[in-house]
C-alpha cells in the first residue's frame, strides 16, 4: 500500500473499547456542598474512587447539572475523598449548583467502571443499564460488608 502497511514486521494496533462504549455510560453525582474562595468548588458524593482518570493522566471530562444544562458558572468539580488532587472536573460550567443537585458526566464508559477502587475505604457505585425507559441493576452497589470479606482474624 501507499502507506507501508503492508511490509514484513509492521502491525497495526487498535482498541475499539474506548470508541464502542465511552459514550454509552454517564456517572452521576450528588452535589453535597458548595463553597466559594478563589474559585467555587462544588464536593460531590464520588470521586476518584470511581473515575481515577482525571487524577491518573489528567483526562478531561464535562460535568452538568442534571436538570439544568448550558451553565456559566464556573466551578471546580471536587470527590469526597481529602485529596488535593481529587477533581473530577476542572473549570466545569454549571448552571447554579446546589446541595441536593444531580452532577452528569458524560462519556464514563470506557475505564470508569474497570478501575474503581475502594480509595479511602469508599464502596463501589451500582452500575444500571438503562434502554427505552427502562432501568435495571447490572452490579450492585458495593456494602461496607464486602470490604471486610476477605479480612481474616
Known amino acids: 500500500s501507499a502507506h507501508g502497511m503492508d511490509a514484513p514486521g509492521r502491525r497495526l494496533l487498535i482498541e475499539p473499547g474506548r470508541a464502542l462504549c465511552a459514550n454509552a455510560c454517564v456517572t452521576l453525582y450528588t452535589v453535597e ?17 470511581d473515575n481515577l482518570r482525571p487524577m491518573m493522566y489528567g483526562a478531561r471530562y ?16 471536587a470527590g469526597k475523598h481529602c485529596e488535593s488532587g481529587d477533581v473530577i472536573v476542572r473549570e466545569a460550567l454549571l448552571a447554579d449548583p446546589r446541595p441536593g ?18 480509595y479511602n475505604g469508599v464502596p463501589r457505585p451500582p452500575v444500571i443499564f438503562c434502554k427505552d425507559g427502562d432501568a435495571r441493576l447490572a452490579v ?14
Open 101 to 118: 443537585d444531580v452532577i452528569v458526566t458524560p462519556a464514563t464508559g470506557a475505564y470508569g467502571y474497570a478501575m474503581a477502587n475502594n
Open 62 to 77: 464535562e460535568a452538568h447539572v442534571a436538570d439544568r444544562f448550558d451553565g456559566d458558572t464556573r466551578c471546580e468539580l
Open 140 to 153: 450492585r452497589r458495593e456494602r461496607f460488608e464486602d470490604l471486610t470479606a476477605r479480612d481474616v482474624g
Open 33 to 49: 456542598s458548595v463553597k466559594q474562595n478563589v474559585s467555587r468548588w462544588v464536593a460531590v458524593d464520588g470521586g476518584m474512587s
